[in-house]
């Protein structure tokens, strides 16, 4: 199986459970000795097999491998992975079978994370996945208060639409956002609004 490595977490020894999304699954593993093993890390993309132990509590893994990528000795990519990588684990907390499309769309930025701008395409991915699961709101009215948006915005967690004075959040050209949400593009977006949007994504969905 291949997958990407949502948590750690370290438990009794130098054990460890491991989340990874998987094409068709978020499922949690166990790794003995998992600590000493360096391909273990958050964000990494491997190859495992699972071994089922009635005995245990959790699948095991084994024969793992790193799937690595160039942009991994990039301090500042790296850290934006983590980060970005780090939403999906409560996202998915109650939820087990997946389809196949969050899968992919990791994969698709993770090739794209060497020569890219890596918040544009956290920005990106994550407006693709909101559109996916029908989460994209409608850019006319203020989930704070119900009133109607005229030009200026803001987007509060999971992109959501207010008003600034509502939100108490920067105001964003609306005209910029819808293009967004139509094209899951950043191309027309600015740098600083890049910044915005990717950290209001990087709060979770």
């Known amino acids: 199986m291949k997958g990407f490595i949502l948590k750690l977490n370290r438990a009794k020894n130098e054990d460890m459970v491991v989340t990874i999304l998987s094409e068709h699954t978020v499922d949690s593993y166990y790794r003995f000795y998992g600590a000493r093993h360096s391909v273990l890390q958050l ?3 491997i190859d495992f097999e699972v071994e089922q132990d009635k005995a245990n509590f959790l699948p095991r893994i084994r ?3 790193h799937n690595g990528f160039q942009w991994l000795y990039n301090r500042e990519k790296l850290m ?3 980060r970005f990588i780090s939403i999906f684990e409560p996202h998915f907390r109650d939820v087990k079978e997946i389809d196949s499309f969050y899968f992919y769309s990791l994969l698709d ?3 794209k994370w060497e020569k890219q701008n890596s918040r544009r395409l ?3 991915t994550f407006t693709n996945i909101l559109k996916y699961e029908g989460r994209i709101n409608n850019l006319s009215k203020c989930v704070i208060c119900g009133s109607k948006i005229e030009n200026e915005l803001s987007l509060i967690k999971g992109f959501m639409p207010a008003h600034p004075f ?3 959040a ?3 050209d609306k005209n910029s956002i819808e293009n967004l949400f139509a ?3 950043t191309l027309l977006l600015n740098d600083d609004t890049v910044e915005l949007l990717s950290e209001i994504a990087l709060k979770g969905f």
């Open 63 to 65: 024969s793992i491998t």
């Open 170 to 172: 920067t105001a964003i």
């Open 80 to 82: 934006n992975w983590h």
């Open 43 to 45: 964000g990494y993309l």
């Open 166 to 168: 509502c939100s108490h």
């Open 122 to 124: 956290i920005v990106e």
């Open 109 to 111: 930025a993770a090739k």
């Open 183 to 185: 094209t899951s593009s």
